[in-house]
């Protein structure tokens, strides 16, 4: 059992590992994300006062849910290579920022989209939004922080502070709707009693989330795979696969 | 666990810690600008300036929605049940502005305590379902949240 977990601190296991897994992860979350956009787009009952433009939501949701877990994704693995100066929970929190940066600006175009018809505004400094923007700051701090340094130890360190600092504002993005009076609803899907969304347009929802789950893992996986052979451009293990790719 | 890492695991908690405490207080500070609007109640107690711009949200009360024959004027009351501020309107209303619908208005506050409207947002709720299902609940005598009407 701990053999794996050492073993996941080698770069060419951790790259073979995280290979492997996309190759069934690839397939099983494009699969979900077409179904889940065909019965939540085509199959569903329009709402009884948005009538279609409610469908944003099985972009908007999933986009936001899973901008908010990638944001601890990065944080943690921010904290776990402070603490234990481990150089793939660097390469982790790296490959985490862009992702999730690219899902918070999903969220926020999708949410502006949606308030234009719904609310009468693309955009109002409500806690919930105001709070969502930083949140894409963050990430976008984050990658620029990491781009800033020449030394990469340093800059590694740097980030995973900055990450800890902001994870701060990942309860009060998810709180923000109860605390104060704010323009954007509060959650429809709960965790402790009914949820307030019609179970046929909530299961195609749920089955998005999983889907972006799963595709900010293939993203996640496949940016470390990529900042593996850059950082270890110069060993042998590297050059091997290269030379293997050129010759195939 | 080494001292080392010991101590650094201590230092990052610290970190969290700190920072949350931080911006805790300053949004404890700011509570009342990181609201968005005034609720009906605040503004009847006089917490809302009179004068100045403000947003008051609320529910818009049945039948008290009245629109101007040979213009775009419309007035409503916001409520939320404790308290209702007449609001004065002239432009065009979002398409989900309705009776018993929320909606936020952004405007003055005359010495008659009506809001002088310069924006009107149609606030949503969380409830989503088809048609039919809003149509049979409208007929069984219960709301959304199962309880009697």
Known sequence: MWTFFHKLGSPPWLYAIAGAILRWLVPITLIALISGTVWGLLFTSPDFRQGNSYRIIYIHVPAAVVALAGYYVMAIAGAISLIWRMKMADVVMKAAAPVGAALTFIALLTGAIWGKPTWGTWWVWDARITSMLILLFLYLGVVALYESFDNKEAAGKACAVLSLVGMVNIPIVYKSVDWWYSLHQPASIKFTGESTIDSSMLYPLLLMIAAFYALFTCCLLMNMRAELLQRESRTQWVKRIADEKGRG | ?149
Not at chain 2, 44 to 71: H, T, Y
Not at chain 2, 74 to 89: C, K
Not at chain 2, 118 to 133: R, S
Request: hydrophobic share 40%; charged share 20%.
């Open chain 2, 1 to 149: 666990m080494h001292s080392v890492r010991k101590q650094r695991l201590y230092l990052v908690l610290f970190v969290v810690l700190f920072s949350s405490v931080a911006i805790g207080l300053v949004t404890y500070a700011l509570r009342g600008n990181i609201n968005l609007f005034y609720p009906p109640v605040q503004v009847a107690e006089g917490k809302a300036p009179i004068g100045q711009s403000i947003r008051v949200g609320g529910m818009v009360e049945r039948n008290s929605l009245q629109r101007a024959a040979d213009s775009l004027q419309v007035s409503f009351m916001l409520t939320d049940y404790q308290a209702s501020v007449p609001v004065v309107y002239v432009g065009i209303l979002p398409d989900l502005f309705g009776e018993e619908q929320g909606a936020v208005a952004s405007g003055v506050l005359d010495s008659d305590g009506v809001l002088q409207a310069t924006e009107i947002l149609a606030k949503h709720d969380e409830n989503y379902m088809p048609p039919e299902v809003a149509y049979a609940l409208e007929n069984s005598g219960y709301d959304k949240k199962g309880n009697t009407k």
